[in-house]
């Protein structure tokens, strides 16, 4: 089960938050962490509608993109360290400046955001650079979607696709739990889902729906600043999401035989049980439901699962409160 958590934009600017969130994520069990790498000035143009107050610290979100940037040796340094402690290098480019300089860090795994998955020059120079691609088909429909893949099939380009809905936190009526085996079933490549719900049942969910692939936002606390905290996990909801999900995909790897109780013998001579009676009961008396009770074990009477077969019978002898009830102490 591959498990990304998305730092995204939680560091809010800062290195030394990025690292921090690099050492703790390595403690939780996840598999990879994601980041958004932004240009600001190769991705935005005055005309950008989002190009309002942001916040108190951000003139505009154009100023909170550059906010955001860091260095190409910064990012590189971001890679290795996530290198170092096992963790896959993963990050979504909004131009293709942004994937020069990730493939200088080099990046493992390319995530394409959702606005982005129309973005065919951006999929492009994606595509030149061989690696494996993550596609988040939030906003897009299955036509526009269906153009995409047909793309990156024609390049030979490995990627999975992700069932997300772009509503920050997702709601349960907007999860979209279906598509995992419709997209699946249309595309025939790994699928998984990208979490906005803030909740861990929500990831166990879709873990159990079969997804393949698992990302989800983090931050050290919801009520820091950020676009995506209020739709994030906290690290130590990472690490009850990652159990359950790495147990929930180990199940799904282990069908269970219905058909075969085999294994089970011991424990059924245990717990099954024999037939009774309840109380004294005279040699000669004519046996009815409410003369017997089921016992522990089984073998020792008359299996309890065939009671109907005693009903009516006579007694051959006397029996005592509780004594079990064999087919020699009856007239067949």
């Known amino acids: 089960m591959t498990t990304i958590a998305e730092i995204g934009q939680a560091h809010d600017g800062s290195l030394g938050a990025v690292h921090a969130y690099i050492d703790a994520l390595a403690q939780t069990g996840v598999t990879a962490v994601k980041f958004q790498t932004h240009i600001a000035h190769a991705e935005s143009s005055i005309h ?19 906010r955001m940037e860091f260095t190409p040796e910064q990012w590189q340094a971001i890679g290795d360290h996530c290198r170092e402690l096992g963790l896959q290098f993963i990050s979504s480019p909004f131009s293709n400046a942004a994937v020069a300089v990730l493939e200088e860090a080099k990046v493992d795994v390319y995530k394409v955001g959702s606005g982005e998955v129309n973005n065919f020059l951006l999929l492009e120079k994606i595509a030149q650079t061989g690696k494996p691609v993550i596609i988040s088909s939030g906003m897009s429909n299955y036509s526009e979607l269906d153009k995409t893949v047909a793309f990156l099939k024609e390049r030979e380009v ?18 979209g739990f279906n598509v995992i085996q419709e997209l699946k079933d249309r595309y025939g490549v790994p699928v998984g889902f990208s979490d906005h719900s803030a909740k861990v049942s929500t990831g166990i969910a879709a873990a159990a729906l079969g997804a393949e692939i698992l990302e989800f936002h983090v931050v050290f606390d919801r009520a820091q600043f950020g676009p995506d905290s209020s739709s994030s996990l906290t690290i130590n909801e990472v690490k009850d999401l990652v159990t359950g ?20 013998g011991s424990l059924k001579s245990i717990f099954e049980k024999s037939l009774a009676v309840n109380k004294d009961l005279a040699a000669g008396h004519v046996l009815t439901f409410n003369d017997l009770e089921a016992k522990k074990p089984k073998n020792f009477g ?22 079990f009830l064999t087919e020699n102490d009856i007239s067949l």
């Not at 107050?53 to 550059?66: E, V």
């Not at 929930?248 to 269970?256: D, G, I, T």
């Not at 008359?302 to 004594?323: P, T």
């Open 158 to 175: 490995q990627f999975s696709v992700l069932q997300c809905t772009t509503s920050y936190p997702t709601a349960p009526e907007q999860y």
């Open 48 to 66: 950008e509608p989002f190009r309002i107050k942001f916040s108190s610290q951000d003139k505009t979100r154009y100023d909170y993109w550059k």
């Open 302 to 323: 008359i299996d309890a699962a065939d009671f109907e077969s005693v009903l009516g019978k006579a007694l051959k002898k006397d029996l005592k409160a509780w004594d």
């Open 245 to 264: 999900v790495n147990s929930v995909h180990a199940a799904l790897k282990q069908p269970v035989n219905k058909s075969d109780n085999s294994a089970f």
